[in-house]
């Protein structure tokens, strides 16, 4: 007889074990049956009335820089420059002399038309007093009172001729930078120097044709240039231009701005806002408002929390508000979650509603 040894002594298993493992399933299938339930609640919304709100009808519109006052010097003659009076970008006054173009010949005319001047008139003289005595004839004297005047004349031309070569500023201002040096001939026309006066500034812009009712002389403006984006300057408008561009419809407007300390340059472009007329409207965040091609739209909650697609129609914007028409005073409009609604869905209210309905959980 062979002897085996004995078996090892397997422990049967604890009666806990089971318990556990049946808690377990009945946790996890608990958990399933909260997460299908969670699924089909209702998205969570906010909502509240159209509210009353202040809106400024605005016209915009982009418009170029002038000086208050711009001419361009430019040489009356083709001759040689022989001096000049002012830097690049310097401040020059009324009066003040710029540039002086040779002159040699014109002030050897004006010294020989002075020495003929002065010869008619001492001869002039002198027979006046042979006329009085009665040796000269009243014929005589005629011609020799012409031909003073043709020697007047021609000095005076000698001088005019001078003047044109001596060029000055015809209004205190800025100079432009310099293209010319002294020395160098100049054609008739050629720019010498341009003086701006910068002390305002002239602004022309446009604007449509349809936004005239709502513009007048001395309205009030606001200009940003975008070398200044936080530092708008306030004008008014000076000018409308009675003639309508047949091409564009729109009309050129002028306005006057202050110019402190030369900030603003002639040739900027600026934008520009022009507060036409101000108006109390209902008005919602602009999220609570819903696009469809050109339609707008917005989701009314009523009193059995579903949502409605309603349509509406939409005005100016503010401040992240925009102007809605079309619904009652009391209408609920869905303001936060909006892209969670669909039409006809039933919704919840956060806040007090949310609470009431019992949704909280």
């Given at each position: 007889m062979s002897l085996r040894p004995p078996l090892p002594?397997?422990?049967s298993p604890a009666p806990g074990r089971h318990v556990l493992a049946l808690g377990l399933l009945a946790l996890v299938g608990g958990c399933g049956k909260g997460v299908t339930a969670s699924k089909k609640l209702a998205p969570l919304v906010a909502a509240a009335a159209a509210t009353p709100h202040?809106?400024?009808e605005r016209v915009e519109t982009v418009g170029t820089a002038r000086a208050n006052e711009q001419v361009t010097l430019a040489a009356p003659v083709t001759e040689r420059i022989d001096r000049l009076f002012f830097e690049d970008g310097g401040y020059v006054r009324k009066g003040q002399i710029i540039a002086i173009l040779a002159q040699g010949q014109e002030q050897a005319s004006l010294a020989a038309a002075q020495a003929d001047e002065a010869q008619a008139m001492s001869q002039l003289r002198r027979i006046q007093a042979l006329s009085a005595q009665g040796f000269a004839t009243g014929t005589t004297l005629d011609q020799q009172v012409a031909a003073a005047r043709r020697a007047r004349s021609d000095a005076d031309n000698a001088r005019a001729q001078i003047a044109d070569r001596v060029l000055r500023a015809p209004f205190s201002?800025?100079?432009?930078?310099?293209t010319v040096s002294e020395g160098a001939i100049v054609n008739q026309g050629t720019p010498v120097a341009t003086i701006?006066?910068?002390?305002?500034?002239k602004l022309d812009f446009t604007v449509p044709e349809t936004a005239l009712s709502s513009i007048h002389t001395g309205q009030p403006l606001q200009a940003i240039a975008a070398a200044y984006p936080d530092e708008p300057v306030r004008g008014h408008i000076e000018t409308i231009d009675p003639v309508i561009d047949p091409a564009t419809r729109a009309a050129?407007?002028?306005a006057i701005l202050p110019n402190p300390g030369n900030r603003l340059k002639p040739g900027m472009l600026?934008?520009?806002?022009?507060?036409?007329?101000?108006?109390?409207?209902?008005?919602?965040?602009?999220?609570?408002?819903?696009?469809?091609?050109?339609?707008?739209?917005?989701?009314?909650?009523?009193?059995d929390l579903k949502a409605k697609r309603t349509p509406v129609t939409t005005g100016l914007h503010d401040d992240g508000l925009i102007e809605i028409k079309g619904l009652p005073a009391d209408?609920?409009?869905?303001?936060?979650?909006?892209?969670?609604?669909?039409?006809?869905?039933?919704?919840?209210?956060?806040?007090?509603?949310?609470?009431?309905?019992?949704?909280?959980?």
């Open positions: 002594h397997r422990p202040m809106f400024i201002g800025y100079v432009s930078l310099r701006s006066d910068m002390s305002r500034i050129t407007i002028r600026l934008t520009v806002g022009i507060e036409a007329a101000t108006r109390k409207a209902m008005a919602v965040p602009e999220l609570a408002v819903v696009g469809d091609g050109s339609d707008r739209y917005v989701y009314v909650v009523g009193a209408a609920r409009i869905i303001t936060e979650g909006v892209v969670k609604v669909a039409d006809g869905q039933t919704v919840r209210l956060s806040g007090p509603a949310e609470k009431q309905t019992g949704g909280g959980g």
